[in-house]
C-alpha cells in the first residue's frame, strides 16, 4: 500500500489601515506566488523536539532588476479599511504531527530608491511588514 500525504498550508490573513492615509500592499494575487516568495520566505515550521524545519517549495521568481517592484503588483487598502487576503501553499514539505513553532512575515516594499517611489497619485507605498509567530498543532 502507498500512501501520499500532500500537505496544504492556507494563510488566511487580515490586513487592517488604522492610518489616516491609503497605502498600497504588495498584492501575492497579483504577483504571483513565486514572485511573493521573493519578499518574504512564506510559512515555516520548527519542530523544537527535533530542530527539524519544513517550509514550502516554490519556485522564487526575482524581480528584473533584482532591486525593483511594479505599481501592478500592488493593491490599495483604504484609510481605516480591512482587506482579507487568503495565500495558499501548495507545495509543502511533509511533516509529522506534532507541537510546531510558525512563522510567517507578510512583507512591505523595502527596496525603495528615493522618498518619491513611496507617494503615489491616491496613497503611499507600505514599508512596514506584518510577522506572526504561533505555536500550531499539526494532527494528520
Request: charged letters at 20%; zero cysteines.
Amino acid at each position: 500500500m502507498l500512501i501520499i500525504l500532500l500537505i496544504i498550508i492556507i494563510l488566511n490573513i487580515v490586513l487592517y489601515n488604522p492610518d489616516t492615509f491609503d497605502y498600497y500592499y504588495l498584492d501575492p494575487q497579483k504577483m504571483g506566488l513565486g514572485l511573493f516568495h521573493y519578499f518574504t520566505n512564506g510559512p515555516s515550521f520548527l519542530d523544537f523536539q527535533s530542530m527539524k524545519s519544513y517550509s514550502h517549495k516554490e519556485t522564487v521568481v526575482q524581480p528584473e532588476p533584482w532591486d525593483s517592484w511594479k505599481k501592478g503588483w500592488l493593491s490599495l487598502i483604504k484609510s481605516g479599511e480591512s482587506k482579507n487576503i487568503t495565500i495558499t501553499y501548495n507545495n509543502f514539505e511533509t511533516m509529522p504531527a506534532g507541537t510546531y513553532r510558525m512563522s510567517f512575515a507578510f512583507p512591505g516594499i523595502d527596496l525603495v530608491k528615493s522618498q518619491k517611489e513611496l507617494v503615489l497619485k491616491d496613497g503611499r507605498v507600505w514599508m512596514g511588514g506584518a510577522y506572526v509567530d504561533k505555536e500550531v498543532i499539526v494532527q494528520i
